[in-house]
């Protein structure tokens, strides 16, 4: 909407883009380096159905910066730098190099801004001070402070500002790469632009290069947490428990054959995995960074499991212009979903956040069409009495009868599991 060479509108499951006449990327988008970036699944797809009318399929879901890990800014900007190269050679630049002009198909970013490309007319990349501000700082202030791409984005929609990112890594920006951009601060907070050369070409492909060394100190790994490594630590189950549970869970996936699934605190998506492996999409939901970006990372070819991060108990609302231009999370994922899962979740929720158990089966039943799969926590399991007590809480109020309850005003018990050796029972319910 921000674009002043087109308009969107969202009829049904198509996007159509209307191009003022005088669009500057028109004449690309007619072209075989197009049709080629489209091939390549870095372009989303798109058809001309009138002169200066483009449609494009609307993608069943998409995540937004707010909620990346380091793993998907890092591909996000990756694939801003690789389209930007592709098209220098016929004379092309990207004239916007924003995080917003990216979403993912499952682990695979697509670029989905027809309008952002144009014929290159000074020395300088256009969009350089832009890509800066949404990739490489925000890198550098997750990799050196802590925070993250979800936690950024959250406040700062323009990316982090030069003069922002110097305050933020104080005298320690000069033990990193980045630092001739927080220079470059001083000169100008808003465009982090090089100085144009002497002889009047184009500095594109330097700058390129200059950025894809700078993007690649942004790299992410599989930094370890204490949920991150949840899996392998856990002491709630026995090997024997876990397997029960594993199989139990698998056996409904199949039985209820869901084509989306809503995984809802999947940790680093071993059942993620499960629901994938049955045929289903799966939206994967973890408030800890490092959980999701292990899942991204282990997933890095996968197109049908959209992992994000976000905290159930304090979620951002839609962001943009009257918080309706990128919608909050509970908006996109409302009936999306024919099964939530919601494994060793309710007791965090319940407990931890204070969230009252009929609330947390009213989300359910926002999300799914159909099924939901539940695991409840007895008011004897060790996991309850622990929470229960740090906050001085009734463990008698979380009983299984009581989340039986409340999930029973929207759904009906289809089947039920207690797995062995544990004080855990796995529901599966159908919405009513």
Request: net charge neutral.
């Amino acid at each position: 909407m921000r674009d002043p060479e087109g308009v969107i509108e969202f009829l049904g499951n198509q996007v159509v883009r209307r191009i003022h006449p005088e669009a500057a990327a028109k004449p690309f988008l007619q072209s075989k380096q197009a049709a080629a970036l489209v091939d390549q699944g870095q372009l989303v797809p798109y058809a001309f159905t009138a002169p200066d009318t483009v449609e494009s399929p609307r993608l069943p879901f998409v995540s937004y910066p707010f909620e990346w890990c380091d793993a998907q800014l890092y591909l996000a900007g990756q694939l801003s730098l690789d389209i930007s190269r592709e098209i220098l050679a016929q004379g092309y630049e990207l004239k916007d190099a924003s995080a917003w002009n990216v979403i993912f198909q499952g682990n695979r970013p697509m670029f989905c801004d027809h309008l952002s490309f144009q014929p290159i007319a000074t020395p300088q990349w256009w969009a350089f001070g832009q890509f800066v501000r949404h990739f490489l700082l925000p890198l550098a202030v997750s990799q050196q402070r802590g925070l993250k791409p979800h936690q950024s984005y959250s406040t700062y929609r323009d990316g982090i500002q030069p003069s922002v990112a110097s305050d933020m890594l104080g005298l320690s920006r000069y033990l990193t790469r980045y630092w001739p951009l927080m220079l470059a601060s001083k000169r100008d907070a808003q465009h982090a632009k090089p100085m144009p050369p002497k002889d009047g070409k184009p500095l594109h492909g330097s700058l390129y290069g200059f950025s894809q060394f700078l993007l690649n100190g942004g790299k992410p790994n599989q930094a370890g947490s204490h949920w991150a490594d949840y899996t392998d630590t856990r002491h709630h189950y026995t090997d024997a428990a876990s397997a029960d549970k594993y199989q139990k869970v698998g056996e409904w996936l199949e039985s209820t054959k869901p084509k989306w699934v809503v995984d809802l605190g999947c940790n680093t998506g071993e059942f993620t995995k499960l629901a994938a492996g049955t045929g289903a999409d799966v939206i994967a939901i973890d408030l800890d960074h490092d959980s999701i970006q292990k899942l991204v990372l282990s997933q890095s070819k996968a197109t049908h499991i959209h992992p994000l991060v976000s905290n159930l108990g304090d979620m951002v609302g839609g962001r943009g212009w009257c918080g309706d231009e990128f919608p909050s999370l509970m908006t996109r994922l409302h009936q999306q979903a024919d099964m939530v899962m919601m494994l060793a979740l309710t007791h965090h929720l319940a407990i931890s956040e204070g969230v009252y158990l009929q609330k947390i089966a009213q989300m359910a039943a926002h999300i799914t069409r159909e099924f939901t799969i539940v695991e409840m926590l007895d008011e004897s399991d060790p996991m309850v009495q622990h929470l229960c007590n740090q906050r001085k809480r009734n463990p008698q109020d979380f009983s299984v009868a009581a989340q039986m309850a409340a999930f029973g005003q929207y759904f009906s018990t289809v089947a039920s599991y207690s797995i062995p050796n544990t004080l855990r029972t796995l529901c599966l319910l159908k919405k009513i």
